[in-house]
């Protein structure tokens, strides 16, 4: 068995789902919505491969998944991204749905970012996202999907956030120069923009600054964050029999706040 790779279980699957017996490969799976993204995906039958950096996270995602596999690695180096999908095709023998998930976001004044925190986002959020589809490329199934995680940063511009706006821009064109690039070969290709979402990363300001929170949430037309689950429903719609004619759009799901000035 490759290092960094564990098959965590497999129950015995009841319901059938709209992708049984399909195979979902998800880069940061271990957490916030990439782990949603693989709950959801479990939920609808499919056989999951989560890949992240941190071994703890992954293993504890897995054991709440039906039949999973995870490998711990880095997006930024090519022979863990080698070895993720040597690793699901050792296990499930092919991949349906691709999800390149994994990312950074930091909140910077543009004074305060330095070179290497500049490198780290540009080498996760754009490389990362770019050479996870291009070594996906020889084991995908004709008729799969992939699917970008970008951001509604992507589409406006957002205070103290110039390097990761720009860094989700680079990925939300990739989804349409992918799409353009792979179409030939049946795969699809599409990104989805969330805007504010619950997840872990707002922690620390729910503790530490609980009016900035207020102030984000007054942008929003529907006046919440989304949820986790939401961004997944997108993703597996996405990835779904429902959206076999959608193909290079980048779907924002944003409760409005990118579409609508809230009165």
Known sequence: MLD?????????????GEFTNKVVVITGGNSGIGEAIAKKFDQEGAKIVIFGRDQNRLETVCKELNQAVYVQGDV???????KLF??????????????ANAGISTRKKIEEVDE????????????????????????????????????????????FHSVYSSTKAAVSMLARNFAADLIDKGIRVNAVSPGFTDT??????KAVNPKQLE????????KR???????????????????????????????????????
């Open 86 to 99: 040597a690793t699901a095709i050792q296990n499930f023998g092919k991949i349906d749905v691709l999800v």
């Open 215 to 222: 102030e984000f949430t007054k942008g929003i037309p529907l």
């Open 76 to 82: 930024r180096l090519i022979p863990d991204l080698d």
């Open 200 to 205: 872990p990363i707002f922690d620390e300001t």
């Open 225 to 263: 964050f989304a949820n986790s689950e939401e961004i997944a429903e997108s993703v597996a719609f996405l990835a779904s029999s429902k959206a076999t004619y959608i193909v290079g759009v980048d779907l924002v799901v944003d409760g409005g706040a990118s579409s609508i000035y809230p009165l």
């Open 116 to 159: 290497e925190l500049f490198d780290e986002m540009v080498s996760i959020n754009y490389k990362g996202v770019y050479f996870t589809v291009q070594r996906s490329i020889p084991h995908l199934n004709t008729n799969s999907s992939v699917i970008l995680i970008s951001s509604a940063a992507a589409h406006k511009g957002w205070r």
């Open 4 to 16: 960094n790779v564990q098959i965590i279980q497999f129950k015995e699957k009841i319901d059938m």
